[in-house]
């Protein structure tokens, strides 16, 4: 008898989402199907077949859809929007004829809500943050088990405990992780920017390596400036990369890393096991600053809201160098990945065996 799919809901913000799920895709034991809107992301490598979604997003999103009254239980659920009622006829369409164990949704509750309604059970994935708002805590009432992907020394503290016995914490999940790779600090400081945030500022990243001069600046991730005279003037130590598919080597080499707070980031630092300064982004349900803070009061990271003024960083440099990155590293737990994955396999398989009895 073949085993049922599993499918994989993967969300459109950034990449760190479809490069976790892709992780733990090549260990899950069954077929999976990545599920989504994808965008710019190449998906021809993926470690099983790919749903591509319509896009669901309204001109100008900033993720609130406008309305003046929705259901409690829903974030986003704009009305007389043609892409969503195909998005949603699509997966409708997958579930149907694919039958699925388990949905994996990573993240939304609209998605999570729908594949229940589906009579699909769920693994609803929880980002760290303050998500004790109506729409959440009904998406994790309705699923199977709620995922984290952090491990519980980074909970937040308002989390009610039934959604914490109800959490799997699959820890950080990152590439890193899994490479094993150990190269010797070179002493540069790594700036690191995510595909889903605004990326830095030119003329503050060149400021900060002026006021360091004896360190190597590497920034990898979207830069932007809006002063074209900057480009000439660009300190020698400054080196901006651009977005880059494998951040590892620099980390390996990093003596420092800096960056925000979105998981893909702080995973792959501590996956690296890196001294770690979080200037953490604004984010809905205080997702980065709650993780940050989190990593700040146990000495794993210095943590700023803010870029800091030019003149701060020899100061916050020689306080992040300071730091010991085995607090951070001991956050991991070895080949996260595959340890993701047989929770889920293991998930899916008592779903299964259920049915079957």
Same mark, same amino acid.
């Given at each position: ?20 799920? %892709? ?54 659920? +704009? ?11 699509? *997966? ?14 990573? /993240? ?16 609803? /994935? ?25 491990? +519980? ?14 959490? *799997? ?49 590497? /920034? ?57 300064? %979080? ?9 980065? /600053? ?68």
């Amino acid at each position: 008898m073949s085993r049922r799919p599993i499918g994989y809901y993967v969300h459109h913000q950034g990449a760190g989402h479809w490069q976790r799920a %892709c992780l733990i895709a090549a260990h899950l034991d069954r077929p999976v199907t990545l599920i989504g809107t994808f965008g710019e992301i190449e998906t021809g490598g993926a470690p099983g077949a790919v749903l591509d979604l319509p896009d669901d997003r309204l001109t100008g999103f900033d993720g609130r859809d406008g309305e003046a009254e929705r259901p409690q239980a829903l974030h986003y659920a +704009p009305l007389g929007a043609d892409a969503i009622r195909a998005r949603m006829a699509r *997966l409708a369409a997958w579930i149907g004829a694919s039958d699925p164990v388990l949905m994996i949704v990573d /993240v939304s509750v609209e998605i999570a809500l729908f594949a229940r309604l589906m009579s699909v059970p769920t693994l609803t /994935v929880r980002l760290a943050g303050n998500r004790t708002d109506t729409p959440h805590l009904e998406a994790f009432r309705g699923a199977k088990k709620v995922l984290a992907f952090f491990p +519980p020394a980074l909970e937040a503290a308002g989390t009610p405990d039934w959604v914490r016995s109800k959490t *799997l914490y699959a820890g950080f999940v990152s590439a890193g992780s899994a490479t094993g790779r150990s190269e010797p600090e070179d002493g540069s400081i790594v700036v690191i920017y995510g595909r889903g945030g605004e990326g830095g500022g030119l003329g503050d990243l060149a400021a900060a390596a002026r006021m360091v001069p004896d360190r190597t600046w590497h /920034v990898l991730g979207p830069v932007r400036e809006t002063d074209a005279t900057v480009l000439t003037r660009l300190p020698a130590n400054l080196h901006c990369h651009g977005w880059v598919a494998d951040p590892a080597p620099f980390l390996a080499r990093a003596a420092l890393v800096i960056g925000g707070g979105g998981d893909g980031v702080v995973a792959g630092v501590a996956a690296s096991a890196k001294r770690f300064v %979080c200037l953490s982004e604004a984010r809905a349900f205080d997702e980065q /600053v709650t993780k940050a803070d989190a990593l700040h009061a146990m000495g794993a990271a210095i943590h700023r809201r803010d870029w800091p003024a030019a003149a701060e960083w020899p100061g916050l440099v020689r306080a992040g160098l300071a730091l010991d990155p085995a607090v951070i590293g001991a956050l991991v737990q070895p080949d996260s990945a595959r340890r993701a994955a047989g929770l889920i396999a293991a998930e899916a398989n008592r779903i299964e065996g259920l049915r079957r009895s």
